[in-house]
């Protein structure tokens, strides 16, 4: 079974710093397109990041640009979120998930993590 | 604001019909990108449950179906069962945006 499961999430301030890291089982994140999916409270979801098979080329949406990086490890099937500058904002539940092309281009994701809880708080 | 546009909740009778409705622009939808829905459940990883607009993963009910037309797409769930409860989301890509969208959610009951 494939799977996903998240952790590094917690209680940090404003202006702290957090590393999510990711665990996939049943499948080799090397041959994907990998992803970070946040859920604010009360909101829907939003893409955060994302990253190429081979670590290069991250991507990130335009909020967290500059304050957030994306990285991976395939030889240990791990993804990770290093979080800085933190925000009020930034509190979610942080997913991730595997990508998948529709069509060689943008796609979809699955399967996905259950997520790990960020608060950014004073 | 979502650069999707979803109803805040559907709800229907056991063995009714639901539909949901995504709403987008020129950018996403329109622009010929892949519509993929997913159920959310509270605690748990997100389900995906259409994907490519029409197509749905091993597993997933044949009750379960959707289209796209123009900066539109929806999700219609036939012959609804109380374990359809839930919240529902579109998702696409915007290319002005440079990223992957959502829509807010549509909340499924069953009454």
């Known amino acids: 079974e494939m799977q996903l499961v998240e952790s590094g999430g917690g209680l940090v301030q404003p202006g702290g710093s957090l590393r999510l890291s990711c665990r996939a089982s049943?499948?080799?994140?090397?041959?994907?397109?990998m992803s970070w999916v946040r859920q604010a409270p009360g909101k829907g979801l939003e893409w955060v990041a994302n990253?190429?098979?081979?670590?290069?080329?991250?991507y990130y949406v335009e909020s967290v640009r500059g304050r957030f990086t994306i990285s991976r490890d395939n030889s240990r099937n791990l993804l990770f979120l290093q979080m800085n500058s933190l925000r009020a904002e930034d509190t979610a539940v942080y997913h991730c998930?595997?990508?998948?092309?529709?069509?060689?281009?943008?796609?979809?994701?699955?399967?996905w993590g259950r997520g790990t809880e960020v608060t950014v708080s004073s | 604001q979502s650069a999707l546009t979803q109803p805040p909740s559907v709800s229907g009778a056991p063995g009714q019909r639901v539909t949901i409705s995504c709403t987008g622009r020129g950018t996403n939808i329109g622009a010929g990108y892949g519509v993929h829905w997913y159920q959310l459940l509270p605690g748990t990883a997100p389900k995906l449950v259409l994907y490519g607009n029409t197509n749905r993963p091993s597993g997933v009910p044949e009750r379960f179906s959707g289209s796209k037309s123009g900066t539109s797409a929806s999700l219609a769930i036939s012959g609804l069962q109380a374990e359809d409860e839930g919240v529902y989301s579109c998702q696409s890509y915007d290319s002005t945006l440079s990223a992957y969208v959502f829509g807010a959610g549509t909340t499924v009951s069953v009454l």
């Open positions: 049943g499948f080799s994140i090397s041959a994907d397109w």
């Open positions: 998930a595997r990508e998948h092309d529709f069509e060689a281009a943008f796609g979809y994701f699955d399967p």
């Open positions: 990253i190429k098979k081979d670590g290069t080329e991250p």
